[in-house]
């Protein structure tokens, strides 16, 4: 069986239109985790496009729920699990593999699933992120990522988006992602204020459990209220997580 990881940016958009084409092989399963933090964007866009498109193919987006999770923002040991900036670096990000990965998992499980090949949504020009997952088996479980056997970047995607008719989908993560870029912040302040305004009130939160208090969700380590979102970072700044299941 193949169970196709949807995450519901750019990489996995282009890949529903594959599967619709016949390039890609029709998935047995189609799921997304939900982090109960994503983008609100993320879901229009899937119910737009992206659902109404596979459910013509007889497949339905299945969402792991976010109860699935065990753990929220602090993980077993007390320890923040969002890929935070400190004053003096950036803290690995465990988030996720504990809102998705394992949220997947444990959803697959519980409805039958314990074997097959899993799609990942990376595509050719992010081979630092599936370098080390193509083709690689995991118990039961064989990973694969289509775009790179494909030999599809990350602009042939949008070009495949763009030439079926569809709007771009904005990158997909979760509303405070400390991954995203300045672009990203913008649309959310300027598209989703309640999620801008929630991202700022949880920076300030997790600073205040923070003994140091000196951890922030924007790369230049102020307040996300108070963060200078108004110019473009250099295109080679890259954070991103690496498990394959985020801006995707
Ligand atoms: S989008 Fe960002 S915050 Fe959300 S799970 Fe992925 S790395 Fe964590």
């Known amino acids: ?22 390039i890609l092989p029709k998935p047995g399963v189609v799921v997304m985790a939900d982090t109960g933090r994503e983008n609100d964007s993320t879901w229009d866009y899937m119910e737009a496009y992206t659902r109404p498109l596979l459910k013509t193919l007889g497949l339905e987006i299945e969402i792991a729920n976010r109860e699935l999770a065990t753990v929220d923002l602090y993980g077993g040991n007390g320890d923040l699990l969002l890929p935070v900036f400190t004053q003096t670096g950036k803290l690995p990000g465990f988030c996720s593999n504990e809102w998705k990965r394992r949220v997947v998992d444990r959803h697959l499980r519980a409805t039958g699933r314990t074997d097959g090949t899993r799609w990942l949504g990376l595509a050719f020009d992010e081979k630092r992120r599936w370098i080390d997952k193509h083709n690689v088996t995991e118990g039961k479980w064989k990973c694969v990522c289509p775009l790179v056997d494909l030999m599809l970047n990350t602009d042939a995607c949008l070009t495949i988006i763009e030439n079926y008719g569809w709007p771009l989908p904005i990158t997909s993560s979760c509303w ?19 999620q801008w305004q929630q991202a700022i009130e949880l920076d300030e939160e997790i600073r205040e459990n923070d003994e140091q208090g000196g951890v922030f969700l924007h790369h230049s380590r102020v307040p996300l209220g108070e ?9 080679s700044v890259e954070r991103r997580c690496s498990l394959g299941m985020c801006f995707v």
């Open 1 to 22: 069986m193949i169970v196709f990881n949807y995450g519901g940016g750019r990489q996995t958009t282009a890949m529903c239109i594959l599967i619709a084409k016949g």
């Open 176 to 194: 405070m992602c400390p991954h995203k870029r300045n672009a990203q912040w913008r649309h959310l302040r300027d598209n989703y204020p309640e």
């Open 227 to 235: 963060a200078d979102i108004s110019k473009d970072e250099s295109a």
